[in-house]
């Protein structure tokens, strides 16, 4: 944690670092999978949003892997309050099974 954080965040609010952490051990215990990186996290008015990539298909070459950015929402204690997101990099297909 760095001074900056400490100097501004309230006491019972994460720190952006915590958000950012705790946002990528969730979606990893969900998907069981180890995501990649946080690209985004921004503070909300009940929390935090976090921007999470994963790695969804891996392809050779790797320019033909397929990443998804799940958006994760926080609340102020570093509970996910809200069911996670996916944004894969092409318009969403719903898929039915019979």
Avoid: C, K, N
């Avoid at 990186?37 to 994963?54: K, Q």
């Amino acid at each position: 944690m760095t001074s900056t954080d400490h100097d501004t965040t309230p006491p019972d609010r994460l720190t952006a670092l915590q958000a950012m952490r705790g946002a990528a051990a969730q979606l990893a215990e969900l998907l069981g999978t180890t995501p990649d990186s946080v690209s985004a996290v921004r503070p909300a008015p009940d929390g935090w949003t976090a921007d999470v990539e994963v790695v969804e298909l891996e392809r050779v070459p790797d320019t033909m892997t397929i990443m998804a950015t799940y958006r994760v929402t926080l609340d102020p204690q570093g509970s996910a309050s809200t069911p996670f997101s996916s944004q894969l990099p092409f318009p969403a297909v719903d898929f039915v099974f019979t």
